[in-house]
């Protein structure tokens, strides 16, 4: 598409005596403007929205379809994953403490970008990179506007340009917040400058020819120009050698369309390709939508529709029901035009997933749970507690599931691609193990783990969410080449990842064998100890199985992949680290060398090798598993590390403390291998 | 990993007590943490000394040596010698002094699993080759070229069509530093070639008096040596040749990326002499015929890549598709798709494919041995879950308060 645009260009280079359609000089050049703001031919009004948005435009304009970071997606996927980046929540909280949803938001970002740009949606956080670039910070954390921002505009553009040149790795944490501080403002911009072509008058009336083609209004719409581009085409090969007057005229109108498109720059891909374009996979935006009217053989009418629908919109957007009324035509319409490509069938559901929130949800039930499963064990006669807890675990557990599963439906993949599909995978794939720990057991014990296990992982996931969404644009972005397989990535990934599951649980139940000991809970109870070890020895069996298959089956992929089966690239080693550590934590049980206590501990940090595996590695930045890597979880890690190793250290000083009443050591004699 | 004996009171031969040690579970616990360790280092190594050395320091070694005192000390067994005491004690302790029966046959198969694919991982790093061969659209070649290994080449110029090459392998040329020198002659040829200051890493630059030269000055040019790369095959190696002809002896630099071999006139025949990467010959050439590369719609990221090819024989030429996890395994090599160029190409602009090449006896080894490990866990872990399930529904009972 470029090729086109490129192509108009020059014919229009050639035609208007070397003044290219897009790269016009700037009339705001060197100054500190925001897209869209050519005051000279835009509609010199800026009002503001003065109803609270429908439901039914809410419902419309969300499932609206746009090609977005490889895949085509509701526009309310969109509206979440640009609210998420810049603001850190799904939702804005404005200064008058009333909120707006993602749709709210990017309903006003496009048809009422002057409001949009009062909305604090810039989450800085650290004040430093606002001194950077000569703006007041409000606190050390706060939320800006753009129009509070806009000062420090041309400051930021250049120091992010400076920023560009260093290597990642060697970036300052103020140094990567300032570069996403500069993606957040063009990203806005992009989003507010989408609809600048229907806030622009295109000159039409200054000459007779001009006049003939469009009639007497001084202006035209860009859907009407586009619609004569044919004969406008022709019309500029017409006058080029001896009519001034009308020359100048186009050339006059064609600088104006090079303006409004070159606001709309970068905005989303809102127009599906022309029906003969069927192998085109890039959807269009405007500019493309411009270049392919003028210069391609094949009908436009359908984007021009488009582009109408959108100027009837930004017409009526101050008359409520009219607006809607157009927004559902303009639903309906794209939806026919998307169906037809066969690229319509998961809006709805990716739709409804979002509005569902089930991983969020999860939290809150597991939460729950667990404050349940803690009342538990303060009045341990209540029978309904537990059975309160089995109820909000599994439905929390089946509400991350059926999340996981409507993410496989939507990609057309399996569960696991990303890292954050991982910690779902795992937190579903964990609770899910201690649930059936508890089943078997009925100690109660697995039953709270697998609460707080679905805490932590749901907390976990999304947090990282908003890191994911920040450098991917998306949790369920496109798959680099290697990866377009889904048989390994069924096979591999995700047992590899059930290994993963098994190490955690196995240090979560070791956790409370090694703290319940330090503490005295139960320390009559034999049995207590003694079923946590052997949960604590199955689990590890189970990691060791799904590890150990997972990893061999990495290789084999690699092999075809890559032509070797092992490179002992880090993520490779980060797998084979895992195996390695359960075999020897197994092998010492045999041996006699690890007995209860030494399991647990084996066990503890046997969670620890699986952190290093799961983010350790990818914090490393070398290796083939590029795809994998990812920053700024490194202190999490470490903390998450210190923590284990104070545990381990406890338990050590408490065997000191109390190694004369535990049994003696004894060595597997005559015992299988 | 095996079973102790019971109690024996008679003292046991040195022998005895060797393969006690050797099949015990002591051993296994070692080796799997040295193997642990070695890992995590060799890990952590990569970060600033790239792949290639980390494999060579760690895995690819029997010993870890250190300069303690100026004198190198071995600190710590390397990978080999860890992987080839753990093959012997699996098969000691894991195998042979292994109860057979119905409660071990899973371990046992585990054993016999990993020993296949230790076996496996043996014939990978002695009998392996391994390379790319890198295509123009149009082009065809019968040969590809090992990333690290080098080779010096002597053949007669001037000729047309196929002609017979000597070749001086890597092994012979590397340790050809700190002034080591080693003549080759070649049947047919009438001089003898000597080769000596080899450099992995260097660029022939006019000799001045800013630096140092590491080789000698050959018509005001020397080699320079360059700080290695973390990328090994991004090297440029170097090294001095010098022959005697008729008592004149004349010397020059070999440099890996020089425009026109070094040539030799002898007895009325012109020789040429080259150093350069390593060529192993293919049972069949391959054309590039097209190579595709579709990227994600509205983003820069490639979504599959593709290569087009004839491969070429006596029995003539056969399409081909190439392309990323679908490789051709075609002759005892295996051809993969792994990259692709120039990155800035203009729409007709020609490309070029690269495919990673490998010639590997075990190259589907370790699929079976995964199958034969897994089966085993299937049945060892099996059994034991079975009987967990079973004890634990008889036996449950509630930590506190009622059972459920």
């Known amino acids: 598409m470029k090729l086109i645009q490129k192509g108009l260009c020059v014919l229009f280079s050639v035609a208007l005596g070397g003044s290219a359609l897009h790269g016009q000089v700037d009339p705001h050049a060197g100054h500190d403007h925001a897209p869209g703001d050519h005051s000279g031919h835009d509609h010199p009004d800026t009002p503001t929205r003065q109803e609270s948005w429908s439901d039914g435009v809410k419902q419309a304009f969300a499932t609206l379809p746009v090609q977005d970071g490889g895949r085509v997606k509701p526009l309310d996927s969109l509206a979440g994953l640009r609210l998420l980046t810049l603001n850190g929540k799904r939702k804005l909280k404005l200064t008058d403490g009333s909120k707006l949803s993602q749709d709210e938001w990017l309903l006003d970002v496009l048809f009422f970008p002057e409001q949009a740009r009062d909305y604090p949606c810039f989450r800085v956080q650290n004040a430093a990179v606002l001194t950077a670039i000569e703006v007041t910070a409000k606190s050390k954390r706060d939320w800006y506007s753009y129009n509070e921002l806009i000062g420090g505009r041309a400051k930021l553009a250049s120091e992010a340009q400076r920023l560009h040149s260093i290597e990642a790795a060697k970036q300052t944490e103020v140094q990567r917040q300032t570069l996403k501080l500069a993606s957040d403002f063009g990203t806005f911009e992009a989003l507010a400058g989408t609809l600048a072509f229907t806030r622009h008058d295109y000159p039409t009336g200054a000459s007779p020819l001009l006049r003939e083609l469009f009639g007497d209004e001084q202006n035209a719409s860009l859907s009407v120009i586009l619609s004569k581009a044919a004969e406008l085409r022709a019309l500029t090969q017409e006058v080029m050698a001896d009519n001034a007057e009308d020359f100048d005229a186009i050339q006059s109108l064609f600088a104006e369309l090079g303006v409004a498109l070159d606001a709309a720059a970068q905005g989303p891909a809102l127009f599906p390709p022309p029906a003969g374009l069927e192998a085109a996979q890039s959807w269009w935006d405007i500019s493309t939508v411009v270049d392919g009217a003028f210069t391609l053989e094949v009908d436009c009418q359908a984007q021009i529709e488009l582009v109408a629908f959108f100027e009837r919109l930004e017409a009526q957007k101050l008359q409520p029901a009219a607006f809607e009324a157009e927004l559902v035509s303009l639903n309906e319409y794209a939806r026919e035009l998307a169906e037809a490509r066969g690229e319509y069938g998961q809006i709805p559901l990716e739709v409804k997933l979002y509005r569902m929130d089930l991983f969020t949800n999860s939290l809150v039930l597991f939460l729950l749970g667990f404050i349940l499963a803690a009342f538990g064990w303060v009045f341990p006669r209540a029978r309904w507690l537990p059975r309160g807890v089995w109820a909000l675990a599994i439905l929390a557990t089946s509400a991350v599931t059926l999340g996981i599963v409507l993410r496989c439906i939507i990609r057309q993949r399996p569960p696991v691609i990303s890292l954050y599909d991982t910690i779902l995978f795992i937190t579903a794939c964990g609770v899910l193990v201690t649930l059936l720990l508890e089943f078997l057991t009925r100690r109660r014990v697995a039953l709270s783990l697998g609460c707080l296990f679905g805490v932590a992982g749901m907390f976990l996931a999304g947090r990282y969410e908003l890191k994911e969404v920040s450098s991917a644009g998306d949790t369920m972005a496109s798959v680099v080449a290697v990866l377009d397989t889904n048989y390994y990535l069924a096979i591999h990934v995700t047992t590899v990842t059930l290994g993963y599951v098994g190490g955690l649980v196995a240090g979560l139940f070791a956790h409370v064998w090694i703290l319940g000991k330090l503490f005295g809970v139960a320390r009559d109870d034999k049995s207590f100890y003694k079923t946590l070890s052997r949960m604590i020895y199955g689990v590890l069996c189970f990691c060791l199985f799904f590890a150990i298959f997972g990893t061999i089956m990495g290789g084999v992929w690699a092999n075809d992949s890559w032509g070797r089966f092992w490179g002992w690239d880090p993520k490779e080693n980060g797998a084979l680290l895992i195996c390695l550590w359960v075999l020897m934590t197994l092998h010492a049980r045999m041996g006699g060398y690890a007995r209860d206590r030494g399991m647990a501990v084996l066990a503890v940090l046997a969670g620890v090798v699986v952190s290093a595996s799961w983010w350790g590695v990818n914090l490393l930045n070398v290796g083939l598993h590029s795809y994998g890597f990812t920053s700024g979880v490194a202190r999490t890690l470490y903390a998450f590390w210190a923590v284990e190793g104070l545990v381990v250290l406890a338990s050590g000083i408490d065997w000191l403390a109390h190694r004369h009443a535990e049994e003696p050591r004894k060595l597997a004699v005559g015992k299988e291998a | ?404």
């Open chain 2, 1 to 404: 990993m095996t079973t102790q004996s019971a109690p024996n009171k008679q003292p046991k031969a040195i022998a005895a007590r060797l393969l006690d040690i050797l099949g015990s579970y002591g051993l296994v616990c070692l080796l799997l943490a040295a193997l642990f360790v070695l890992t995590v280092q060799g890990t952590l190594y990569q970060v600033n000394h790239g792949l290639y050395d980390a494999k060579k320091l760690y895995f690819e070694s029997w010993l870890i040596w250190s300069s303690v005192g100026g004198v190198s000390v071995p600190i710590f067994p390397g990978g080999v010698l860890c992987m080839a005491l753990l093959a012997a004690n699996l098969l000691v302790g894991g195998l042979l002094r292994l109860r057979v029966g119905t409660r071990t046959a899973g371990v046992l198969v585990i054993h016999l699993g990993i020993i296949f694919m230790l076996l496996a991982s043996l014939v990978k790093l002695t009998g392996s080759e391994e390379g790319h061969l890198t295509l123009y659209e149009g082009d065809e070649s019968d040969h590809f070229t090992s990333y690290h290994k080098w080779e010096v080449a002597v053949w007669p110029a001037g000729g047309e069509g196929p002609v017979a090459e000597f070749v001086i392998e890597d092994h012979l040329l590397t340790d050809l530093t700190d002034g080591a020198t080693r003549s080759f002659s070649f049947p047919g040829v009438p001089f003898v070639l000597e080769l000596s200051n080899f450099l992995p890493h260097c660029d022939p630059l006019p000799k001045g008096p800013a630096w140092e030269a590491d080789s000698p000055v050959l018509d005001g040019f020397a080699l320079l040596a360059r700080e290695p790369l973390k990328e090994t095959e991004r090297h440029t190696a170097g090294m001095v040749g010098r022959v005697e002809v008729n008592g004149e002896t004349s010397a020059a630099i070999l440099w890996c990326f020089e425009r026109y071999p070094w040539t030799v006139e002898a007895e009325g025949q012109t020789w040429a002499v080259s150093l350069r990467h390593a060529r192993y010959a293919m049972p069949f050439s391959i054309r590039l015929d097209d190579f595709q590369k579709e990227e994600h719609p509205g983003i820069s990221m490639a979504k599959s890549y593709r290569s087009f090819v004839y491969r070429v024989d006596e029995s003539g030429a056969e399409r081909i598709l190439i392309e990323m996890n679908d490789p051709l395994r075609e002759g005892g090599l295996v051809l993969f798709q792994s990259g692709w160029g120039p990155q800035n190409a203009g729409p007709r602009q020609r490309l070029f494919s690269t495919f990673s090449v490998v010639r590997n006896p075990s190259d589907k080894w370790p699929e079976y041995s995964m199958w034969i490990i897994t089966l085993g866990m299937l049945m060892a872990f099996g059994r034991k879950l079975f009987s967990f399930v079973i004890k634990s529904t008889h036996k449950a009972a509630p930590l506190t308060g009622d059972a459920e």
